[in-house]
């Protein structure tokens, strides 16, 4: 609990909100419909890996506050094998 208010204070110190977000993850490719849900309705882009193992997710998000940021990472990370950049 104490990781997730020090990221919030951290966002909003740097970010004026609402703000254009960019997040980024590498997650397993058998996983990837589970991330491109977390942005049905926002631009994403994906980039495989050399092996085609993994999968690179780079989205951007308009966030009306943090919470709405680490809402998203907390969904995330339910996904096995994410990993959050």
Do not use: C, W
């Not at 919030?8 to 254009?20: G, I, N």
């Not at 980039?47 to 998203?72: F, H, L, Q």
């Amino acid at each position: 609990m104490a990781d997730i208010e020090s990221f919030r204070d951290k966002l909003e110190k740097e970010y004026s909100f609402p703000t254009l977000y960019k997040f980024k993850f590498i997650v397993p490719e058998k996983k990837l419909d589970q991330v491109v849900e977390l942005f049905a309705k926002h631009d994403y882009q994906t980039r495989p890996s050399k092996n085609g193992n993994y999968i690179s997710v780079t989205a951007k998000m308009m966030a009306e506050s943090s919470d709405k940021i680490i809402e998203v990472y907390k969904k995330a990370s339910t996904i096995e094998g994410i990993i959050s950049l």
